[in-house]
């Protein structure tokens, strides 16, 4: 009788190699937070490759040449090395193969490639090279890829079939955080809405009841009466002002989603805006903004409404003039109000005006926020973001 045929042993190496994915799947599949998902691939990436340097780019793949990068997460690079590249890699030449074609690619010399399409300013010189697509679905949700094996001059067909099964695992990892992600978006929006709702449906009635109170309670004043008066005067306009500031409040709970289109988005809120506040708004933007990437669309729509925002629960302002300049290079949003503005030095009138956000949305993409105010001269934020 014959032997059944028997697979070759695994060796030490293997073994290890095996045992360190099974750790990085696990602890990548442990994960929901997309951010933290994407760090864990990369930096599982460069550990099992045995890589001086590993990074995931994730974005819009909407064809070929038309690669939209929205994140780019990077490992085996200090801070003060990352901030030294003038711009992160875009998904062109050797990237874009990877990501257009949803193919491994692994070279000895990436500038020996005809593909090769050269290094941004302050990026690392590499030179071995292995790419792999992150393929979920049949759509590709990330490109990985690792750079200059340590201890080799290029990487194997093992590092290769590893890395493979790392992208597999980490297509299952980026869905699942992606739709945890939009399971919490879906709860937020709806308490806010619910909140919104029971504010307009029982606060704001309550105090209208009130109002029409101290309103017949003042047409029942004898004359003479004039401190009285002018005390439920007070009184109303006190109620009044309340019932703006919830107003206000709703508005801002209003959930919004930014569609794609610049200049439809930007006249919503601009709308939503006077129609509440009754502060006229004056808008100076392109007529054509088509080629307006998407990431830099949502930051300027994003950044339009929480300034706006911020005006209507801080400024007291009479106008407010929303402006958007492009050129080849770069796009600026100014938002400038004539309100009573505010001390940019205290810290706690920073945090209540929640300009962390956009600050860190404006460095997220590589641009700048300023806010230029003071007590009693209005207050002007502007987003500049290059192309």
Known sequence: MAEPPTSPPIDDQARQALAALNRSAVAIAGELDVDKVLQLIVDSARELGGARYAALAVGDWRGPGQSNVQRFVYSGMTRDEARAVTHWPRGEGLLGAVIHGQETIRLDDITADQRYAGFPTGHPIMTSFLGVPIVGAGETLGNLYLADKINAPSFSEGDEELIRLLAAHAAVAIQNARLYAQLERLAVLEERTRIGMDLHDGVIQSIYAVGLTLESTRLALPEGADEAMTLLDASIAGLNDA????????LDLRPRRFAGDVQQGMAQLVREFQANTMVPVSMSIPEQLDD?????????????????????????????DVALHTSAGRVVLKVQDDGRGFDTHNEALRIGHGLANMQARAEGLGGAFTIRSQPGAGTAVILDLPR
């Not at 019932?243 to 709703?250: A, E, Q, S, T, V």
């Not at 990431?295 to 407010?320: C, D, M, S, W, Y």
């Open 243 to 250: 019932i703006r500031d919830i107003r206000n409040f709703i």
């Open 292 to 320: 307006v990437p998407l990431p830099l669309g949502r930051a300027i729509f994003l950044t339009t409404q929480e300034a706006l925002a911020n005006v209507a629960r801080h400024a007291r302002a009479k106008r407010v």
